[in-house]
Structure formats: C-alpha cells, structure tokens
T-cell receptor, first 113, second 111 residues
Framework: GQNIDQPTEMTATEGAIVQINCTYQ??????LFWYQQHAGEAPTFLSY????GLEEKGRFSSFLSRSKGYSYLLLKELQMKDSASYLC??????????????FGKGTSLLVTP | DAGVTQSPTHLIKTRGQHVTLRCSPI?????VSWYQQVLGQGPQFIFQ???????GRGNFPDRFSARQFPNYSSELNVNALLLGDSALYLC??????????FGQGTRLTVV
C-alpha cells in the first residue's frame, strides 16, 4: 500500500487561506482523495485528483503532482465550520469493484475568530 | 435517497464477547468496505466486498470477518473482543470508479 503523510494539526484564522499538504508513495498510484470529517461524524468526500494540476470547487481546491508524490488541499475564506479533520487517501483500485482507501492520519484544522 | 446506513450507532461490549455490525449501502452500489477508526487517527481499511466476494483485506487478525448478502448489505463480525477494538467502525459503499460514501459509523466500546 501507499504511505500517506500529512501534518497532524494546523490552526488558521477565520477569513484566511490555509493549505494542507499530503505526500504519498508514487508506486501503484491510482489518484488521491480528500475527505472532511467533523468530530463524531462520517468522512465526507471533498475531491479526487488523478491528473496533475489544480481542481477548484468553490472555496476548496485540490492540487496534485504525480512526479513529486505530493498533493494539497487549499481552503479559502475560512469559516468557523471548516474546523474539522481533513483526510488524504490513496485508493487501491480493484477492477470493477470499487475503491479500498488507504488513509493518512488526518490533519486537524482549527479555525479561530 | 437514503445514504449508507449502519446499525447500531453505539454499542458497549465486554472483553471476550463477539459483536456484529451491519451496513446497508446506497441503492445501486455493489461494493462495501469496512474501516476502523481509532480516536485521533485516520480510518484503517479492514475489508472490501463486491458482489458478495471478498476483494480486499487489511492488516487485521482473523478475529475480524465479514460477509456481503445478495442485497449488497454487509455484516462485520469481531470475535473475542479486546479493549483495543474500541473504535468507530465505518462502512463505505461505492460503485465503479466513484468515490466512497461513508455511513455515520458504529461506535464500539469494549470494557
């Protein structure tokens, strides 16, 4: 499987921009997922990158560099509700059978007033 | 449309007991995966089932087993419970080449 590495904790101010980095082993690469998980809740899908570059989706953007084994999640115009754990995950794709995800430990983001 | 549903939501068991957790996937999803999430960590992959067959297994002991039924619902069984099995157990469903959708999880406490 892939080793997924991301920072444990980050703090940012309401209204600011924050970038959460994720590095992974490039062997067996099948794309990279980002999930958001609020305390006590299920992870919810944010983005999936399989090609290099930046994909923007509202206030959230995700970037991928396959050659560097690097991804980041960019959150703009931070809101208090963005305080959550952000999980980077690499899928193991079994043909026609869906994904099994290898998650990092998650980055706990605290947004302060 | 109903999302992924799991039952029960909370459960308390004593060491040595066994437990069965249940999951109903999103309608039309044929793949179900199980994850264990210990507090402060990311989810760890346990099993993946597709069309009632095991397609993937994580690094968990044989005390953990699962199955998928003809209606694509799934059960996760854990025997001889240990204190360290206390965790949030997440079920996720997906179809071909789409993201996984997670249920709310079952919070298992072993005392």
């Amino acid at each position: 499987g892939q080793n997924i590495d991301q920072p444990t904790e980050m703090t940012a101010t309401e209204g600011a921009i924050v970038q959460i980095n994720c590095t992974y082993q490039t062997s067996g690469f099948n794309g990279l997922f980002w999930y958001q998980q609020h305390a006590g809740e299920a992870p919810t899908f944010l983005s999936y990158n399989v090609l290099d570059g930046l994909e923007e989706k509202g206030r959230f953007s995700s970037f991928l560099s396959r050659s560097k084994g690097y991804s980041y999640l960019l959150l703009k115009e931070l809101q208090m509700k963005d305080s959550a754990s952000y999980l980077c995950a690499g899928p193991s794709l079994n043909s026609n059978s869906g994904y099994a995800l290898n998650f990092g430990k998650g980055t706990s983001l605290l947004v302060t007033p | 449309d109903a999302g992924v549903t799991q039952s029960p939501t909370h459960l308390i068991k004593t060491r040595g007991q066994h437990v069965t957790l249940r999951c109903s996937p999103i309608s039309g999803h044929k793949s179900v995966s199980w994850y264990q999430q210990v507090l402060g960590q990311g989810p760890q992959f346990i099993f993946q089932y597709y069309e009632k067959e095991e397609r993937g297994r994580g690094n968990f002991p044989d005390r953990f087993s699962a199955r998928q039924f003809p209606n694509y619902s799934s059960e996760l069984n854990v025997n001889a419970l240990l204190l360290g099995d206390s965790a949030l157990y997440l079920c996720a469903s997906s179809t071909e080449n789409t993201e996984a959708f997670f249920g709310q999880g079952t919070r298992l406490t072993v005392v």
